[in-house]
């Protein structure tokens, strides 16, 4: 009898862990088109459906944890809340003045100089999402991999790769620099080429949602869906400390620019090891991450890295090891 209960656990475990995330999706984008081009409710309102399914995945957490020490805080959950309020009221306050800028800046352009683009625009607005995001992608994939290229960008976006764990809330853990210029990426090209608002509010929809899964310490089994969008399976490796597995995965949405230019990265015989950085001494709270990559000190690394670089890799080794023994597939 206890044999037949846990094979029925099993059965609807993997059954969860293969429809949660696509199941979300296709409910949360068809409730914001339908707010917004049948009820034509003001695009604020589409946040409502995103809000709720932030609530949805905390419970899903729980209930079916990739990870079960990956829900239990550590000394991260303050922080990470921090972010959330702080860059959501960010994202509002430059979207909004972005919009005004472009109004009024508008105003002194001829008409004839308005960009012209073949912007499918006469297609179902879901279609029309899902060819944003491509776009969208393409531009990020090459800032994101530029991030971990060039000493300067990563000095920004190390603080990103700094959480020990991933759950929901720290989707959100961008340096304002960061978020600003991923923003920017979101709305301004699809805005230039002439994407019609409501699409582009409803690529905001998918992207936070998504954004939230990638992160969410919730099992998934995606299969194929693994070479079409950028998820958790996937983002997992991206977050490894180890840098040979971490620079991998660059696309935030899609793995399409991973599959092409050969960034894509998902082992089948094991799960991901340790996260985060390096250094363990990089700052752990809000304004201190705000203020590092300010200053001159290095952030992933130790001061004495170079003096002792075998050291601290077989550290990271033996942790890693640790780790998958812990979790990883056997």
Known sequence: MSNGIAIRN??????????????TLLVVMTIAWQMLYVHKVDLYWVAVPVGITMFFLLFMERLLP???PWNVPQEDLGTDAFYVVFNLGLREASG???KIGLVSGLV???QAYAIQTAWPGHWHPLLQV???VLVLDFFEYWFHRASHRLPFLWRFHAIHHSPRRLYVFNASRFHFVDWLVLNA???????????DPRVIALGAVFVQIHGLFQHANIET???????????AELHRWHHSRIVSESDKNFGNNVILWDLLFGTFYLPRDREVGVLGLLNPTFPRHFLGQAMAPFRRK???????YRQRKDAYLQQVADENERELMLYGKS
Not at 10 to 23: C, K, W
């Open 10 to 23: 099993r059965l609807l475990r993997r059954i969860l862990a293969s429809t949660t995330y696509p199941a």
């Open 66 to 68: 990739y990870r079960g």
């Open 96 to 98: 909004f003045l972005f």
């Open 108 to 110: 002194y352009v001829p």
């Open 130 to 132: 899902l060819l944003a």
């Open 185 to 195: 990426i979101e709305v301004g090209i699809l805005f230039l080429i002439g994407v």
């Open 221 to 231: 089994r995606l299969g194929f869906l693994n070479y079409i969008f950028s998820a």
């Open 298 to 304: 290095p952030l992933d690394k130790p001061a004495d």
